[in-house]
């Protein structure tokens, strides 16, 4: 067993020795099997168009604004929950989502209409967007390479009482606030070095100033005004409407493989409720996103329908996906090296193994 | 040295879209505008040096099929992070119906 096997503890930090070892055996910045779609029909895939996010972004403008007004004048009764509820879920989930696909500039063909929505979100998500934008860049570079990605969530062997905490925020907005503050005090740490260019660190440390100060006048009008409201509404839904954000989240990589150069071994696919797909702009088909990130949210469910004769058979709901991940991370606890492998159909490609990690660890879904 | 290289027929590049074009050990990009006119740039990306032919073209810009950075294909200048480099440009023509593109011969 080398210092880098998977059976034991790994070190997730972007400037330790995972980094170096991911760089020597050309996992970094490498090459990743991707399905066959003839040009012509990419093409289309990827064409721009407003139409679905101008449709979708004033749909939930109009969402927000009406939970948030009736939040405000059912402030103190209990016909205020509902409306809290959607307005949080509304604010702290569907943030992440818009972030996401405007930070890819591929929800709009408008350009400045993804960038206005992505700093909306990002600011609605506790996220930098100049340091979010290049971890995400790194993420997509290299997708659950240990010391390299720095987006991965569940790290092995998994802490699930953290990861159960995530549902209301915890740890991660004081994370995110700690982080906004270190950068508005112009700190860039040296992780965050490892993927922001140097020319882009002032405006990261700019916009985290400039989130910093909103989030100081909401503080300061919730004093004036003695009320916590104005922190329900700015701030807040990120720990009680996260939920749903963090329920998606989980599954994009949870329980899989690490150090793969196959985005059908470390991705996963769920068929989810219209009214979460609404939520989660499409994210939900996550294989596809990662092997063509150039694909809108709204042509996915298309570019699906396309490969899935290459993929492996997405997990038919949220709950059966849920039922993978959470054997998958108990097992873990004792068996850091295991992760879910699952079966693909006769009409596949064969995954490409080269790195993968997981040979001889029986899978659970063999064979299914 | 420089010289016309010849790529392809007109026909073999879609209105507004990019080959890729090997040639000497270097790779290329070649683009066809929406009404015809044909331009050249390096093959890939300033920032990960992915093959920019698998991305879009969207009237003037090509978008990395990598992270979705884009140039102006036409002028090589950055316009969408994560690029931040400009991409270098090489002179295209239309003759008798073939592209040629110049570049440095060794
Ligand atoms: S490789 Fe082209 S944008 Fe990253």
């Given at each position: 067993?080398?210092?880098?096997?998977?059976?034991?503890?790994?070190?997730?930090?972007?400037?330790?020795?995972?980094?170096?070892?991911?760089?020597?055996?050309?996992?970094?910045?490498?090459?990743?099997?991707?399905?066959?779609?003839?040009r012509?029909?990419m093409k289309?895939?990827m064409?721009?168009?407003?139409?679905?996010?101008?449709?979708?972004?004033?749909?939930?403008?109009?969402?927000?604004?009406?939970?948030?007004?009736?939040?405000?004048?059912?402030?103190?009764?209990?016909?205020?929950?509902?409306?809290?509820?959607?307005?949080?879920?509304?604010?702290?989930?569907?943030?992440?989502?818009?972030?996401?696909?405007?930070?890819?500039?591929?929800?709009?063909?408008?350009?400045?209409?993804?960038?206005?929505?992505?700093?909306?979100?990002?600011?609605?998500?506790?996220?930098?967007?100049?340091?979010?934008?290049?971890?995400?860049?790194?993420?997509?570079?290299?997708?659950?390479?240990?010391?390299?990605?720095?987006?991965?969530?569940?790290?092995?062997?998994?802490?699930?009482?953290?990861?159960?905490?995530?549902?209301?925020?915890?740890?991660?907005?004081?994370?995110?606030?700690?982080?906004?503050?270190?950068?508005?005090?112009?700190?860039?740490?040296?992780?965050?070095?490892?993927?922001?260019?140097?020319?882009?660190?002032?405006?990261?440390?700019?916009?985290?100033?400039?989130?910093?100060?909103?989030?100081?006048?909401?503080?300061?009008?919730?004093?004036?005004?003695?009320?916590?409201?104005?922190?329900?509404?700015?701030?807040?839904?990120?720990?009680?409407?996260?939920?749903?954000?963090?329920?998606?989240?989980?599954?994009?990589?949870?329980?899989?493989?690490?150090?793969?150069?196959?985005?059908?071994?470390?991705?996963?696919?769920?068929?989810?409720?219209?009214?979460?797909?609404?939520?989660?702009?499409?994210?939900?088909?996550?294989?596809?996103?990662?092997?063509?990130?150039m694909?809108?949210?709204?042509?996915?469910?298309?570019?699906?329908?396309?490969?899935?004769?290459?993929?492996?058979?997405?997990?038919?709901?949220?709950?059966?996906?849920?039922?993978?991940?959470?054997?998958?991370?108990?097992?873990?606890?004792?068996?850091?090296?295991?992760?879910?492998?699952?079966?693909?159909?006769?009409?596949?490609?064969?995954?490409?193994?080269?790195?993968?990690?997981?040979?001889?660890?029986?899978?659970?879904?063999?064979?299914? | 040295?420089?010289?016309?290289?010849?790529v392809c027929?007109?026909?073999d590049i879609d209105l507004e879209d990019v080959i890729r074009f090997?040639?000497?050990?270097?790779t290329f990009a070649v683009y066809r505008t929406l009404?015809?006119a044909v331009f050249a740039t390096d093959g890939l990306c300033?920032?990960?040096?992915?093959h920019l032919a698998d991305g879009l073209v969207m009237d003037d810009t090509i978008e990395c099929p990598?992270?979705?950075?884009r140039f102006?294909y036409q002028?090589?200048?950055?316009?969408?992070?994560?690029?931040?480099?400009?991409l270098?440009?090489?002179?295209a023509?239309?003759?008798?119906?073939?592209i040629?593109i110049?570049?440095?011969?060794?």
């Amino acid at each position: 067993m080398n210092a880098f096997s998977p059976q034991i503890k790994r070190d997730y930090s972007l400037d330790g020795p995972e980094n170096r070892h991911a760089v020597e055996v050309g996992l970094a910045s490498a090459e990743w099997y991707h399905s066959e779609v003839p040009r012509k029909v990419m093409k289309s895939l990827m064409r721009r168009s407003d139409e679905a996010a101008d449709r979708d972004t004033v749909l939930w403008f109009l969402l927000l604004i009406f939970t948030g007004s009736a939040t405000i004048a059912l402030w103190g009764s209990w016909w205020v929950l509902p409306f809290l509820l959607g307005y949080g879920v509304l604010y702290g989930t569907a943030c992440d989502s818009r972030w996401h696909e405007c930070g890819h500039g591929t929800a709009f063909k408008t350009d400045w209409k993804n960038n206005a929505v992505y700093h909306i979100a990002s600011f609605m998500v506790m996220r930098n967007p100049i340091s979010w934008r290049w971890s995400h860049a790194r993420h997509h570079t290299d997708t659950i390479i240990v010391g390299r990605d720095p987006e991965i969530v569940l790290m092995r062997p998994p802490e699930i009482a953290m990861a159960a905490l995530k549902f209301i925020g915890v740890p991660d907005i004081f994370y995110e606030l700690r982080t906004l503050a270190r950068n508005a005090a112009g700190i860039i740490t040296e992780a965050e070095k490892d993927y922001i260019p140097e020319a882009e660190r002032p405006k990261a440390i700019y916009w985290a100033r400039v989130h910093m100060a909103i989030y100081g006048a909401a503080v300061l009008l919730a004093l004036v005004t003695w009320s916590i409201l104005p922190l329900v509404l700015i701030g807040g839904p990120r720990i009680y409407g996260c939920w749903h954000m963090v329920m998606m989240g989980l599954l994009q990589h949870g329980g899989l493989a690490e150090d793969v150069l196959d985005h059908r071994l470390n991705s996963r696919t769920v068929l989810i409720n219209p009214v979460s797909r609404f939520l989660y702009w499409n994210m939900n088909y996550h294989v596809e996103h990662h092997m063509f990130p150039m694909v809108p949210y709204h042509a996915l469910p298309r570019l699906h329908a396309l490969i899935k004769h290459d993929l492996p058979a997405p997990n038919p709901s949220i709950a059966d996906a849920y039922g993978d991940l959470i054997y998958a991370l108990v097992r873990q606890t004792r068996e850091a090296g295991y992760t879910i492998r699952r079966a693909l159909p006769p009409t596949a490609q064969p995954y490409c193994e080269e790195f993968h990690d997981t040979d001889g660890v029986p899978s659970r879904r063999a064979g299914k | 040295m420089s010289g016309w290289i010849d790529v392809c027929d007109a026909e073999d590049i879609d209105l507004e879209d990019v080959i890729r074009f090997d040639h000497g050990g270097r790779t290329f990009a070649v683009y066809r505008t929406l009404d015809g006119a044909v331009f050249a740039t390096d093959g890939l990306c300033t920032h990960e040096k992915v093959h920019l032919a698998d991305g879009l073209v969207m009237d003037d810009t090509i978008e990395c099929p990598k992270h979705n950075g884009r140039f102006n294909y036409q002028t090589g200048a950055a316009l969408r992070a994560p690029v931040c480099e400009a991409l270098a440009t090489y002179p295209a023509r239309l003759r008798d119906g073939r592209i040629e593109i110049e570049v440095e011969q060794s």
